[in-house]
């Protein structure tokens, strides 16, 4: 066996394994979805969307292609299961896509918002400040007129 080979069984699920993630579709174990590294980077969401909506389309005239499949033929679905297994995974997979524009657009807002906080925050303290030198003013007047 060359190191090729050995490297390439290495990367195999091993069910066995407690301490492996195992993903079953159908009672077939796939890759995590979850897990796999995206390659892609998509920087427009409504893309990732469309994507998402084409698949999910196609998941359910997949399950329901199954369903008529498991009712009318119930041993000759493997195809249909192995169909919608991989819509399923290009669907989480566009999902995955999406969560890094997801994070980023959250971090944004978060620190938007602590930004808007801060300078709220800042505009009190000058206020304060202002109000503080009005009085030493007001104070320092007072005492000037009663020498």
């Not at 080979?5 to 079953?24: F, K, L, M, R, Y």
């Not at 159908?26 to 590294?37: A, H, M, N």
């Not at 505009?123 to 020498?147: G, P, S, V, Y």
């Amino acid at each position: 066996m060359t190191d090729k080979q050995n490297d390439d069984d290495d990367s195999i699920t091993d069910p066995n394994d407690p301490n492996e993630p195992i993903v079953a579709v159908f009672g077939e174990i796939v890759e995590d979805p979850t897990l796999v590294y995206v390659e892609e980077e998509c920087n427009n969401p409504t893309i990732l969307r469309d994507n998402v909506k084409r698949l999910n389309r196609s998941v359910l005239q997949g399950f329901l292609k199954l369903v008529n499949k498991l009712v009318n033929d119930p041993i000759e679905n493997k195809k249909c299961r192995d169909d919608l297994s991989h819509n399923i995974f290009l669907m989480l997979q566009e999902c995955n896509k999406f969560r890094e524009h997801q994070a980023r657009e959250i971090l944004i807002a978060t620190l938007e918002q602590q930004l808007e906080q801060r300078e709220e925050g800042l505009r009190l303290l000058r206020d304060q400040i202002r109000e503080a030198e009005d009085a030493l003013e007001k104070m320092n007047a007072f005492q000037t007129a009663n020498r």
